[in-house]
């Protein structure tokens, strides 16, 4: 699947949440039901990869055990491989990475960027595992609690290089990786704006960009939206995340950003 990597279209990452708290809690087995028919939904609209995730790592968020993380995750991952589409699974623990692995997924999405224990060799003893590595600043918990930096276009590069480095060091070869600066990981309005504004220097790491601003926070501050009416603002953002070189966009609402993803092309390609 290292051929994900190697499409020139931008790619639509969808995002499934398993979180009780995107599915008010019937348990397992309505959690699958809403999720097979989310994915099918993605689908038809026109979804690259699915993105699965288990932890809440939005600002405030608590940590999640290892067995509630793999209870939610794992059934939702065997459903998107038995649909036949590519899937991320976003976590950062290393059992549940090497799970998600033998259940056949095509991409490890790590906010914490396999710094924590063995997540380096669950992702490196898999040949052809793709993987993405974010910045964050802090924990879920507290990171918007007074994040700083020197300078956040600088820091955050100099963070993903460290990363890369440190994959490549224990065998995870570079065209299996993409890099995320982490919008709205510890990271004030203003620190996001430049990174946006700057994304395009990211350019110099010579790997794909993925980026994640959906429904954020940034979004409902500078158009004054609550969640439910962030899409339109999201949509543009990811646009301009495209002008700026990105190739992966991670969002919820597929359907507008798959239309606008198609007249981003029809223009850059001039026909
Ligand atoms: C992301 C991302 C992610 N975001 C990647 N994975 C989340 N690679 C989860 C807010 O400010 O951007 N890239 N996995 C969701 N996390 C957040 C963070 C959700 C901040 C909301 C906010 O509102």
């Known amino acids: 699947m290292k051929d994900l990597f190697k499409s020139n279209a931008p790619l639509v990452m969808g995002i499934l949440n398993t979180t009780p ?3 008010s809690d019937g348990g397992n087995y309505v959690r699958k039901d809403i999720a097979l028919r989310r994915i099918e939904a993605m689908i038809s609209e026109g979804v690259d990869i699915i993105d699965v995730g288990g932890e809440s790592t939005r600002p405030g968020a608590q940590a999640v055990s290892e067995s509630e993380e793999l209870d939610r995750v794992i059934p939702i991952v065997e459903a998107v491989v038995a649909s036949g589409m590519p899937v ?3 976590t950062s623990k290393a059992k549940v990475m090497k799970e998600a692995i033998s259940a056949g997924a095509t991409m490890i999405n790590d906010v914490r960027a396999l710094q924590e224990e063995g ?8 040949g052809k595992i793709l993987v993405c590595l974010m910045h964050m600043q802090g924990q879920p918990r507290s990171m918007q609690h007074n994040p700083q930096y020197d ?3 600088t820091d955050v590069k100099a963070f993903l290089l460290e990363r890369v480095a440190a994959c490549q060091k224990r065998g995870i070869e ?7 600066p982490g919008f709205g990981f510890g990271k004030t309005l203003q620190h996001n704006c430049e990174l946006m504004k700057h994304l395009d220097s990211f350019k110099e790491l010579n790997l794909p960009l993925l980026v994640g ?3 954020k ?10 969640v439910n009416s962030r899409v339109n603002g999201s949509v543009v953002a990811a646009m301009y995340a495209l002008t700026k070189g990105a190739k992966i966009l991670r969002v ?4 507008p950003t798959v239309e606008a993803v198609k007249l981003f092309c029809a223009f850059e390609q001039g026909k």
């Open 174 to 180: 570079s065209g299996r990786i993409c890099l995320d």
């Open 88 to 90: 991320s699974v976003d």
């Open 217 to 226: 926070t940034m979004i409902g501050n500078i158009l004054d939206a609550d």
């Open 151 to 153: 300078d956040v276009v």
């Open 21 to 23: 708290d995107s599915f």
């Open 252 to 255: 919820h609402d597929v359907k």
């Open 213 to 215: 601003v959906s429904r």
């Open 119 to 126: 997540a380096i060799d669950a992702v490196s003893a898999d």
